[in-house]
Nanobody, 118 residues
Framework: QVQLVESGGGLVQAGGSLRLSCAAS????????MGWYRQAPGKQRELVAA???????NYADSVKGRFTISRDNAKNTVYLQMNSLKPEDTAAYYC????????????WGQGTQVTVSS
């Protein structure tokens, strides 16, 4: 099993920045790609950004140029640097870790709230 613990959410004004962190523990060897998803009230959960163990990152069009995902494998932590935040970025943000060997299996964090005021 893998445990994911997010931190770094909060309230920020439009144009501001936040950095989310997600620390993984447990069966680290089983973790493949990691990513951040978000879910706003009344909306479906959507992919924000993803980063594989090796290779290029992937971003939702709505955050390209503003958000940066990074990964520190030595610390088993993935980060999401969010700049130029907009009110429409307000959502609960969830860390995700795909199982490296079982395509249908994934782990989720408990979520952290990001609120951007206008």
């Amino acid at each position: 099993q893998v445990q994911l613990v997010e931190s770094g959410g909060g309230l920020v004004q439009a144009g501001g920045s936040l950095r989310l962190s997600c620390a993984a523990s447990g069966d680290i060897f089983s973790i493949g790609s990691m990513g951040w998803y978000r879910q706003a009230p009344g909306k479906q959960r959507e992919l924000v950004a993803a980063i594989p163990r090796g290779g290029s990152t992937n971003y939702a069009d709505s955050v390209k140029g503003r958000f940066t995902i990074s990964r520190d494998n030595a610390k088993n932590t993935v980060y999401l640097q969010m700049n130029s935040l907009k009110p429409e970025d307000t959502a609960a943000y969830y860390c995700n870790a795909a199982h490296r060997f079982i395509p249908t299996k994934a782990y989720w964090g408990q979520g952290t709230q990001v609120t951007v005021s206008s």
